[in-house]
Nanobody, 124 residues
Framework: QVQLVESGGGLVQAGGSLRLSCAASGRDFSSRAMGWFRQAPGKERRFVAGVNWSGGITDYVDSVKGRFTISRDNAKTTVALQMNTLKPEDTAVYYC?????????????????WGQGTQVTVSS
């Protein structure tokens, strides 16, 4: 059974940092891209960051470039999102996901498996 389990969310003040982790199990995902999405109340789920199958290529939504870093460890089948200089507008539920494809795509419909989500709240 495929499982993606996120951890690391919480409450932090603006300017602070959090590190999200996602552990994947049940299948070999080393040939698939992985990504992080977020969904704020009343809004659609949106792409935040992605990493290709090898970990050598990453992509970010413009609003987080220079503040967030995505990484993966295929040996441990984990993907992480280091979030620095957090802002109140980063508040959302964050989801990790495994793509159908080996290259990064920002369309949620390109992602096959999803975690349950972890809440990130940034206070001003």
């Amino acid at each position: 059974q495929v499982q993606l389990v996120e951890s690391g969310g919480g409450l932090v003040q603006a300017g602070g940092s959090l590190r999200l982790s996602c552990a994947a199990s049940g299948r070999d995902f080393s040939s698939r891209a992985m990504g992080w999405f977020r969904q704020a109340p009343g809004k659609e789920r949106r792409f935040v960051a992605g990493v290709n199958w090898s970990g050598g290529i990453t992509d970010y939504v413009d609003s987080v470039k220079g503040r967030f870093t995505i990484s993966r460890d295929n040996a441990k089948t984990t993907v992480a999102l280091q979030m620095n200089t957090l802002k109140p507008e980063d508040t959302a539920v964050y989801y990790c996901a495994v793509s159908f494809y080996s290259n990064i795509n920002d369309d949620p419909n390109s992602y096959h498996y999803w975690g349950q989500g972890t809440q990130v709240t940034v206070s001003s």
